[in-house]
C-alpha cells in the first residue's frame, strides 16, 4: 500500500509519536509508516514521556516500546508517497537531501492546513482518478492537497507550520506538542482515508 515518512529531529519525540499514530489510525489499509531523525540518536527508544502520551492515544505498548531511533539518510527519501516533517527546518533538511521530493513533502502542520482547505470531494476525485492501486491513489490525494499551496492563506506566524520540541523539556511541554501533532495527524488520517474508500 502506501508509505508515509515523519521526520524530525533526534527520532525519539516527534516523529515517533506521528509515525506510531498514522500506524495505528490507517491500520485498516495497512500502509508502511516510519520515522527518522536528522540528526537521530543511535537506536534509542521514544522518550518515557512519548511513550506514556503514545499509549494514552491509543498506540500499542508493542508499538510504543518497540521504537528506535534512527537517522535520515537520501534512500529514507526515495519511496515515500508523503513526507511529513515536524518543523520547517525539518523539511529544509529533507529537500536538501532531496530536491526531487519537495512537492510530497510538508511539515505536517502544513499539510494538515492545506487539507483543511481541500473539500472531500477533491480529494475523492483526484483519488479514482488515480487508479486502483493504493499508492497511486495516495500520491493523487497528496497532489490534490499540494495543489492549494500558493492559494491557501499561510499562517500569520509561519511558526504555527511548526511543532514545538519537547525533548528534555517540562511534562507540559510534552502536552503542548501533542495538542499541536494530534489535529494534523487526524487530517493525515482523513485525507489518506479518503484515498482508499473513494469509488
Do not use: K
Not at 527520532?11 to 531523525?37: D, E, I, K
Not at 518497540?66 to 529537500?95: C, F, K, Q
Request: aromatic share 4%.
Amino acid at each position: 500500500m502506501f508509505e508515509i515518512l515523519t521526520v524530525c529531529t533526534g527520532n525519539v519525540c516527534r516523529s515517533p509519536l506521528a509515525q506510531t499514530l498514522l500506524s495505528t489510525r490507517l491500520a485498516a489499509y495497512a500502509p508502511f509508516v516510519h520515522s527518522a531523525g536528522t540528526q537521530g540518536l543511535d537506536d534509542a527508544p521514544m522518550t518515557a514521556e512519548t511513550q506514556r502520551l503514545a499509549l494514552a492515544l491509543g498506540v500499542t505498548a508493542d508499538a510504543a516500546n518497540g521504537h528506535r531511533s534512527r537517522y535520515l539518510t537520501g534512500n529514507d527519501l526515495r519511496s515515500p508517497d508523503l513526507i511529513l516533517a515536524m518543523s520547517r527546518e525539518h523539511r529544509r533538511r529533507v529537500v536538501e537531501i532531496a530536491p526531487g521530493r519537495l512537492r510530497s513533502a510538508f511539515t505536517l502542520r502544513e499539510f494538515a492546513r492545506l487539507a483543511t482547505d481541500t473539500p472531500d470531494s477533491e480529494i475523492a476525485t483526484a483519488s479514482v482518478a488515480g487508479g486502483a492501486d493504493g499508492r497511486a491513489r495516495a500520491r493523487a490525494a497528496v497532489a490534490a492537497v499540494a495543489a492549494h499551496r500558493g492559494i491557501s492563506p499561510p499562517p500569520a506566524d509561519p511558526a504555527e507550520d511548526d511543532i514545538i520540541d519537547p525533548y528534555r523539556r517540562s511534562w507540559e511541554t510534552y502536552q503542548l506538542s501533542a495538542s499541536q501533532l494530534v489535529p494534523a495527524v487526524d487530517q493525515v488520517v482523513r485525507v489518506m482515508s479518503i484515498a482508499m474508500t473513494a469509488s
